[in-house]
């Protein structure tokens, strides 16, 4: 049973394009996070929606719009992808904001 | 400016030895001091977790040790085995600032050698 999943596992594509990455969670959990992992391991905070209101959104390109359907989903889309967008994508929920946070399994995205 | 700053960036071990990683935090706010463990292609999992009311709190072999006044933290592995070979982020969070954000460290790569 996988808590925090992720799709897809891995993204290449070409710089300009545009691409979703979708996070979903089973666990019941209000709140939602995405993180970025760049090459040197460094993990960042992007977003986070608590009961589908973002109640975080850290200073990243407005190219990147988060999408909260329901509680359970937070996916995250990327236009007009640059090479520097590379990196794993992290999604994390916990049951309440300040819990717990509990990972997915990352979406290694690479753009040429 | 990084408010959480953790060392070493690599560390190695013998089987069986103390593994020991440091960080260092400057929001006095934090009140919420987790860390994380991950493995080669997997996302951080929680490890073991401290909040400023306590100066060591010990699961199995894994100790936080916690210094408020110098506004520092550890992680102690005693009989650090080669499964504990992975990436180790020490993070911190402020729940009075609102928003619970978690600050991560750059992590620390740890190799026990048989």
């Known amino acids: 049973d996988t808590a925090v999943s992720q799709t897809p596992k891995y993204l290449v594509t070409q710089m300009g394009n545009d691409k979703s990455i979708k996070c979903e969670q089973n666990?019941?959990?209000?709140?939602m996070y995405w993180y970025k992992q760049d090459s040197k391991k460094f993990l960042k905070i992007m977003f986070s929606?608590?009961?589908?209101?973002?109640?975080i959104n850290e200073t990243v390109p407005n190219r990147f719009s988060p999408k909260s359907p329901d509680k359970a989903h937070l996916n995250l889309h990327i236009n007009s992808l640059e090479l520097g967008d590379s990196a794993v994508y992290f999604c994390?929920?916990?049951?309440?904001?300040?819990?717990?946070?509990?990972f997915g399994p990352g979406t290694r995205l690479t753009v040429l | 400016q990084q408010q959480v700053k953790q060392s070493p960036q690599s560390l190695i071990v013998q089987k069986g030895g103390i593994s020991i990683i440091n960080c260092a935090y400057e929001?006095?706010?934090?009140?919420?001091f987790p860390w994380y463990q991950q493995f080669p292609g997997k996302g951080p999992a929680l490890l073991i977790a401290?909040?400023?009311?306590?100066s060591e709190k010990k699961e199995g072999r894994f100790t936080i040790s916690f210094n408020k006044s110098a506004k520092q933290f550890s992680l102690h592995i005693m009989d650090s085995q080669p499964g504990d070979s992975a990436t180790y982020f020490c993070?911190?969070?402020?729940?009075?600032?609102?928003?619970?954000?978690?600050?991560f460290g750059k992590g620390t790569k740890l190799s026990v050698i048989p």
């Open positions: 994390a929920s916990s049951p309440q904001v300040g819990d717990t946070q509990y």
């Open positions: 666990l019941g959990h209000d709140t």
């Open positions: 929606y608590n009961n589908k209101e973002l109640i």
């Open positions: 929001n006095t706010a934090f009140d919420y």
């Open positions: 401290i909040r400023p009311d306590v």
């Open positions: 993070a911190a969070s402020s729940a009075g600032a609102g928003s619970y954000q978690l600050t």
